[in-house]
């Protein structure tokens, strides 16, 4: 089982960006997935998360509205469409997947047993 985390990379403030978490060796359609985030020095935090069917997104509150969750399950891949960038969103991304994990619990990092390799993205000011 693999998360291949893709799409970072240095953009300017104003710029949007595509993260790509490609998966191998697991059924995606039955696994809760979210992206996390953490910038130098500081925690983990969580970005966005979505269910097995794309039917409900959740998102940090900072981030409503200015990135997105797709998923596309037919091909083994979950996506962050990130736009309105800014400096603040420097950090590496991280996508993580569970199918055992319960809605109430999607924001928490410690919920998630499977993880992607991480993504740097940075955005110049």
């Known amino acids: 089982v693999q998360l291949q985390a893709s799409g970072g990379g240095l953009v300017q403030a104003g710029g949007s960006l595509r993260l790509s978490c490609a998966t191998s060796?697991?059924?995606?359609?039955?696994?809760?997935m979210g992206w996390f985030r953490q910038a130098p020095g500081k925690e983990r935090e969580f970005v966005a998360a979505?269910?097995?069917?794309?039917?409900?997104?959740y998102y940090a509150d900072s981030l409503k509205g200015q990135f997105t969750i797709p998923r596309d399950n037919g091909k083994n891949t979950m996506y962050l469409q990130m736009d309105s960038l800014r400096p603040e969103d420097t950090a590496v991304y991280y996508c993580?997947?569970?199918?055992?994990?319960?809605?109430?619990?999607?924001?928490?990092?410690?919920?998630?047993?499977?993880w992607g390799q991480g993504t740097l993205v940075t955005v110049s000011s």
């Open positions: 979505i269910t097995r069917s794309g039917g409900s997104t």
């Open positions: 993580a997947a569970s199918a055992s994990i319960i809605i109430s619990a999607m924001r928490r990092f410690a919920s998630y047993d499977l």
């Open positions: 060796g697991l059924t995606l359609s039955r696994y809760r």
